[in-house]
Structure formats: structure tokens, C-alpha cells
């Protein structure tokens, strides 16, 4: 049981260049979600799915797109990306509806130059 | 919508003494509270959460206190330790919701 698994660790992107970030869940969960942490700060929702096939937007969805094809996968793309999205990204997934029981993923460091 | 405050943003405590991180949330319908603990360059994990049907919950040296009235809760750490350093959210949400609201993050440091 691995739990939330996020690739790549690590990413440096190009200004401009597109990227998507991989979010896998092996509990069967309903719920995903992607956050973004700039540093030294809190927690910003991006997308989430409250099941496959159903999206939609956070907080701060400017730049980015999701889908949502089956329960495991929920991938996030980056369109022309800007240095304004650096920052570390965090896939979640919860165990109840709500949000309840969070578990993060380990999150990528993505750096645009 | 809901709205989460948390205070304070910092909290510098000497080892061994206690820590008091407090939330107010704004939707009275929302009954969950998590905690979340980040250590530095880690993910997020959940401490200790209490649901609105209970006033207080306790594990080992954490507890978290809710005063539904007030729309408001706490995070008591006791006998501070050195790996209690890290930054707290606390966050809202009630049944009928999709996501989950953070508050904005507690720095504690412990002081050796």
C-alpha cells in the first residue's frame, strides 16, 4: 500500500514549456485534490475531483488544467508555464467526503526559469 | 463560504513548556477539524482532528478543543519537545462539502 505517490520529486521548467505533474492513489478514494505551497506559506487548492470523470476549480486554477479518467490518476498539467508558478505541488486524497483524512502525496519542487 | 484564521503566525516556546495555536472558522454548519503537522521540506500529515458532536479530544501530549458557540478551536501541545518543531494548520469542513479549508499556518519553534 503506497499510498499518494507524486512524480517527478524534482522539475525545472523552461518559460513557456508545458509539464504534467503525475498523482497516483492506491486507497480507493474518491476524493483528490492538488494544492501549491509557495514557500513559507500556506496551503492554496488548485482542482479537485470528488470521483472520476468529475473536476473542478480551487482557489487558484489560473495556468492549469486536470482530469480525472479513472479513481487511481489524477494528473495535473501546466500550460506555458511562468516563473509565478514555482512553487511545490501537493496531490492529496481523502478517505471521506470533505475533505476528511487528508494524505499527501510528497510533493514535487518545480522551478520555472 | 467558510473562511479559516489562525493565530499566531510564529510561536517561540521554551522546551518543555506548552503551545496554543487557536483557529476561528466562519460557516456554523461545518463540523470537522483537522490538525496538520508539516516539518520542514515534508508533506503535510494529519495529528488530530475532532468532529462538532464532541468538545475536546486528547492523544498523548496533543488535544484539540472546540467551542462551537464561539466558532472557534485550539491545539494544546504539552511538555514541548524539540520534534514538535514544525508548522501547524488547522482547517474546516462540514459534511455536505467537497474540499477542505486550511488556515494560513503556525511556525512553532521549541527552544532548547
Known amino acids: 500500500n503506497a499510498g499518494v505517490t507524486q512524480t517527478p520529486k524534482f522539475r525545472i521548467l523552461k518559460i513557456g514549456q508545458s509539464m504534467t505533474l503525475q498523482c497516483a492513489q492506491d486507497m480507493n478514494h474518491n476524493y483528490m485534490y492538488w494544492y501549491r505551497q509557495d514557500p513559507g506559506m500556506g496551503l492554496k487548492l488548485i482542482y479537485y475531483?470528488?470521483?472520476?470523470?468529475?473536476?473542478d476549480k480551487g482557489e487558484v486554477p489560473n495556468g492549469y488544467n486536470v482530469s480525472r479518467s479513472t479513481t487511481e490518476d489524477f494528473p495535473l498539467r501546466l500550460e506555458l508555464a511562468a516563473p509565478s508558478q514555482t512553487s511545490v505541488y501537493f496531490c492529496a486524497s481523502s478517505e471521506g467526503q470533505g475533505g476528511e483524512k487528508l494524505f499527501f502525496g510528497s510533493g514535487t519542487q518545480l522551478s520555472v526559469l | 463560504g467558510e473562511n479559516v484564521e489562525q493565530h499566531p503566525s510564529t510561536l517561540s516556546v521554551q522546551e518543555g513548556d506548552s503551545a496554543v495555536i487557536k483557529c476561528t472558522y466562519s460557516?456554523?454548519?461545518?463540523?470537522?477539524f483537522p490538525w496538520y503537522k508539516q516539518e520542514l521540506g515534508k508533506r503535510p500529515q494529519l495529528i488530530i482532528d475532532i468532529r462538532s458532536n464532541v468538545g475536546e479530544k486528547k492523544d498523548q501530549r496533543i488535544a484539540v478543543t472546540l467551542n462551537k458557540t464561539a466558532k472557534h478551536f485550539s491545539l494544546h501541545i504539552t511538555e514541548t519537545q524539540p520534534e514538535d518543531s514544525a508548522v501547524y494548520f488547522c482547517?474546516?469542513?462540514?459534511?455536505?462539502?467537497?474540499?477542505?479549508?486550511f488556515g494560513s499556518g503556525t511556525r512553532l519553534s521549541i527552544r532548547p
Open positions: 482547517a474546516a469542513t462540514k459534511s455536505s462539502a467537497s474540499k477542505i479549508i
Open positions: 460557516d456554523s454548519a461545518s463540523n470537522y
Open positions: 475531483s470528488v470521483g472520476a470523470g468529475i473536476t
